[in-house]
């Protein structure tokens, strides 16, 4: 039982916007051991078909579980919302996907029933938290929109300034006329721009971080299932990625919060 408890999470995403749900889950689970895999020789996946996004996702699996992983979080949203309910049937072990626990949050936090959803297009499109989130609590007020210029941003650094509150302003602009009350960033990349977003939305209104969320409950389901690694000591923590772009730990080291050790790259075709 010892030896399952030490047996590391698997994480994944189509690139370096998990590193932000990896914070979250180191946060609250610093104990644990963490492998991660970046898929950043085929980002984004959020362009891709649905068959696409689920053959990439599948060998991301296959990857992860040649660690002998004991649990994997999909960072990923266009995966958790276009392909998880398929890798549940596929592989027994168990997967925790963003956008459950993401609706979930927003259903407890809203106070008048108007919840907006960001995200990529193929998040958006696929209506996966609309769904949830009408599932989970019957809300019909939900207001979906889709940001691509965060990601850029993100990953450049401006998360903050005039030019991001300018992008936000516009992106935003429906949703502050609603008066949506909850706003749930459904792509890892936002949570570096939630000041600014928080900004442009005012202080009243609750801003839902997917990876916070999915932190918590792979904490409530390790420890039901006796796999919450006890130990005294800090996890170690592995990255791999499909291909190293430049500036990569600059951009990585943004994402995660502090110094992220040296990626390993990997062929994940031959998965």
Do not use: W
């Not at 914070?23 to 104990?31: A, D, G, S």
């Not at 938290?129 to 850029?152: G, M, T, W």
């Amino acid at each position: 039982m010892e030896e399952n408890r030490e047996r590391p999470i698997g994480i994944f995403d189509s690139g370096v916007g998990g590193l932000t749900v990896v914070k979250q889950v180191l946060k609250e689970l610093p104990n644990e051991n963490i492998v991660y895999f970046g898929d950043t020789a085929r980002v984004p996946y959020g362009t891709k078909s649905r068959e696409t996004i689920t053959h990439f996702a599948m060998q991301d699996v296959r990857f992860l579980l040649s660690f002998n992983v004991k649990m994997i979080v999909v960072a990923c949203n266009s995966v958790s919302s276009n392909s998880i309910d398929i890798l549940k049937r596929k592989f027994t072990l168990p997967i925790i996907g963003v956008i459950d626990a993401g609706a979930q949050a927003a259903c407890q936090y809203t106070r008048s029933g108007k919840i907006g959803v960001i995200g990529t297009d193929a998040t958006i499109e696929s209506r996966a938290y609309q769904r949830k989130i009408e599932e989970k609590c019957s809300v019909k007020n939900i207001l979906a929109r889709s940001c691509p210029l965060f990601v850029p941003l993100a990953e450049e650094g401006f998360t903050g300034g005039k030019i991001p509150e300018m992008i936000a302003e516009k992106y935003l602009v429906e949703m502050k006329e609603k008066q949506v009350d909850t706003l749930i960033l459904g792509c890892t990349h936002y949570p570096l721009l939630a000041s600014t977003i928080q900004d442009v939305m005012g202080e009243d209104v609750m801003l839902v971080d997917p990876g916070v969320e999915v932190a918590k409950r792979v904490k409530k389901y390790l420890t039901e299932n006796e796999l919450y690694n006890d130990s005294p000591y800090s996890g170690s923590s592995k990255f791999y990625l499909s291909d190293i772009p430049r500036h990569f730990e600059k951009v990585a080291e943004n994402f995660l919060g502090g110094p992220i050790p040296s990626p390993v790259k990997v062929t994940i075709e031959d998965y």
